[in-house]
């Protein structure tokens, strides 16, 4: 995510905010990586029948063939009540018992549902598999200064309406001495693709009242300027809107002329040789 990167990237530390586990808890939860969310919606399973399990063990709760002292007996019959496998071995046997059986069923089911809405939340999520070039090439373009970055899409499909977004964060000192860091949108010589399926050069011509065309090569590094891009289009399969973000660093900034080309056509036909996409020409 952009967010992400951008707090990585200026190493921001929150104070202040609701360290709640609790707290957009559906948020976090998407947000979550996929061995995350296993992990936690498991250990928060297990938990669940051991806290059944202790109301049968210090209640009068009576379960056939679960000795008295048996906690891991109980937890074993909770977890087979409240995932519904009822092997048929152990059974209520008061009316306490049932009592808290009704409960942790209930539980259980609703419990089965959340997940489930979760992880498909999680799963049904659109993407983009966009890939970024790895370097962004200063170079010049029809006798000016320009910038330019590469994209493909990673798919074997078409993304409609594509549109490509890029800013730079500068710092700025304003006339009263006040010093901050400014996002600065630029204007590329193209923004949007109708239909992007190969790949796209994405080129900015730097402007003379651009703050870019006040720095040279060596203070644009200097200054650890950052680009920030956006791009955003519509997946034809998924029928969706779909979105990715990347960030180029000055690890990233090279002068060269251009990328290396990478798309071969040949009788109505395209070859796109990826194993260069990350290559320039100097």
């Known amino acids: 995510m952009l967010y992400d990167r ?9 104070i202040g ?3 709640s586990i609790m707290h957009d808890l559906y948020y976090r939860t998407i947000k979550a990586s996929w061995l995350h969310f296993f992990m936690t919606a498991g250990l928060a399973y297990l938990f669940l029948n051991f806290f059944f399990a202790c109301l049968y063990y210090f209640t009068p709760a009576e379960i056939v063939n679960v000795k008295a002292d048996s906690l891991w007996g109980y937890f074993l019959f909770s977890f087979q009540t409240s995932s519904t496998i009822g092997y048929g071995f152990f059974l ?7 009592g808290i059986v009704i409960l942790d069923a209930m539980s259980g089911i609703f419990y089965v ?3 489930t809405g979760l992880a498909f939340s999680k799963f049904a999520r ?4 966009i890939l970024f070039s790895e370097k962004v090439v200063f170079t010049t373009f029809d006798g000016k200064p320009a910038i330019m970055f590469r994209l493909a899409n990673g798919r074997d499909t078409h993304i409609v309406d594509a549109q490509i977004k890029i800013s730079v964060l500068l710092p700025y000192r304003s006339q009263e001495g006040f010093e901050m860091r400014r996002f600065y949108n630029l204007n590329l010589l193209s923004d949007s693709n109708p239909v992007f399926s190969l790949s796209w050069t994405a080129i900015y ?4 009242d651009c703050p870019l065309a006040q720095l040279s090569f060596e203070e644009l590094l200097e200054k650890d300027v950052f680009f920030s891009i956006s791009f955003t289009g519509i997946d034809d399969v998924l ?5 990715a973000n990347y960030s180029f660093r000055k690890e990233s900034f090279v002068k060269a002329k251009m990328f290396k080309d990478i ?5 109505g036909s395209y070859t796109l040789d990826l194993t260069n996409f990350h290559e320039v020409v100097l």
Do not use: G
């Open 6 to 14: 951008v707090m990585r990237f200026l190493n921001i530390r929150k």
């Open 17 to 19: 905010l609701n360290p």
């Open 92 to 98: 209520p046997d008061s009316d306490w018992a049932h």
């Open 113 to 115: 549902a959340i997940i």
């Open 126 to 129: 659109p993407s983009a598999k």
């Open 205 to 208: 011509v730097i402007q003379d």
């Open 239 to 243: 029928s969706q809107s779909v979105h």
């Open 263 to 267: 798309l071969t056509a040949q009788e």
